[in-house]
């Protein structure tokens, strides 16, 4: 099902915030590539990285991934992802449920409202809405993260990172990162699940494919607010060249989990992060770019919306759903873990 009809038909794309208007958003599926303790871009060459992963996007996904040698397009003999030309990689934290004795279960992932695929993670390319307004591709070589793993509170920069707790069907409001979402995990049953919102910066230094931090090359526009969603405010003379806004949706499926009997007897909420994070400020967004060629940039100059889009080649579900990868690091994931992945400790 295509977007853009699915989400006029509940109402959705009328009320992305501030009178934005109709948002030209590319909106597609990464299936499930790997989920291992790896992070090329954080822990470049180190195996196993501190927590794990869920990855997505080209199979050339892999410890390293220097930049100066490692070209996604060429090294990817697939993708995960419904644009055929994608071969970039997206990651972030893995959610864990915790059982009251101790012991934590992988928490599986569903496929965001009228996708289809293997969990994975919900790629938003943003254009700017005016038709006319610049909007520069992300080039060879670049990536970036957004978020702090080591975040255990809400204070620091603020950060366009958060939860919500899905109604049974249709996400209930679509102002991303507006009340009633929040940084912190939601504290009782989600009939639908919980969704996850990474949503990346807008502004560019024009320079540099990375930083040390992976993040001071990027920054958020002056003015943009929590809850917007696509390139809006104005970019800073330091960062003055305007990107696509990069989003993510994760749909954690924690309906197994929504019974009494199941949660801690003090009524405090039993999902974590890989991280070892208790309350939710550690979920973090990568990115690595690998489109082919200046196919991405021709799609946002086409202002492409949803998952079909002229100036791109597309796959079908199941061509997607069969890319994915073995495990580099070879380590028990999944079934009830004494700890979690790399021993996190909980925080
Ligand atoms: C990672 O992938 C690149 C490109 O395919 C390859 O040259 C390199 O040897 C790989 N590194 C590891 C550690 O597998
Ligand atoms: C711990 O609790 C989970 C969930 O109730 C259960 O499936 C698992 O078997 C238990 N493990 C042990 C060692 O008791």
């Known amino acids: 099902m295509q977007w853009k009809p699915l989400a006029l038909a509940l109402g959705i794309l009328a009320d992305l915030g501030h009178g934005q208007g ?20 954080v822990n470049p060459g180190t195996a196993p990285s501190p927590h794990l992963h869920q990855i997505v996007g080209g199979n050339s996904f892999n410890i390293s991934m220097d930049p100066a040698t490692h070209d996604l397009p060429t090294a990817s003999t697939c993708t995960s992802c419904t644009f055929s030309e994608d071969f970039s990689n997206y990651w972030t934290a893995v959610m864990y449920f915790r059982a009251r004795n101790g012991t934590f279960t992988r928490v599986p992932q569903l496929p965001n409202q009228g996708l289809e695929g293997n969990g994975g993670i919900t790629v938003y390319y943003i254009a700017p809405s005016n038709k006319k307004a610049a909007v520069t591709a992300f080039k060879p070589g670049f990536r970036m993260l957004v978020g702090d793993a080591a975040r255990s509170s809400a204070s620091g920069p603020a950060r366009k990172i958060c939860h919500r707790c899905m109604p049974t069907s249709g996400d209930n409001k ?7 979402d929040g940084p912190t995990f939601p504290k009782g049953f989600c009939a639908g699940g919980i969704r996850t919102i990474i949503t990346f910066p807008t502004c560019w230094d024009g320079k540099n494919t990375d930083s040390p931090d992976h993040s001071s090359h990027v920054t958020f526009a002056k003015g943009a607010a929590q809850n917007d969603v696509g390139p809006t405010g104005s970019c800073p003379a330091s960062h003055p060249v305007v990107i696509p806004q990069l ?16 949660w801690p007897e003090d009524g405090s909420q039993p999902f974590v992060w890989s991280t ?15 489109w082919k060629g200046d196919s991405l940039q021709k799609a946002l100059d086409q202002r492409c919306t ?10 079908t579900t199941e061509e997607a759903v069969k890319c994915t990868k073995s495990r580099d690091v070879q380590e028990e994931v999944d079934g009830w873990l004494t ?5 996190r400790m909980l925080f």
């Not at 597609?28 to 291992?36: G, K």
């Not at 679509?174 to 009633?180: D, V």
């Not at 070892?276 to 690998?290: C, E, I, L």
């Open 22 to 41: 109709t948002m030209p958003m590319m909106r597609f599926q990464c299936s499930q590539l790997v989920v291992e303790r790896l992070d090329p871009l």
């Open 276 to 290: 070892g994070d208790t309350n939710g400020y550690s979920q973090h967004g990568d990115y690595v770019f690998g």
């Open 306 to 315: 949803g998952d079909t889009c002229a100036a791109l080649k597309t796959q």
């Open 339 to 343: 700890n979690l992945p790399g021993d």
């Open 174 to 180: 679509n102002i991303n990162c507006g009340s009633p």
């Open 247 to 262: 989003m993510y949706e994760i749909i954690w499926d924690t309906k197994a989990f929504n019974k009494k009997e199941l």
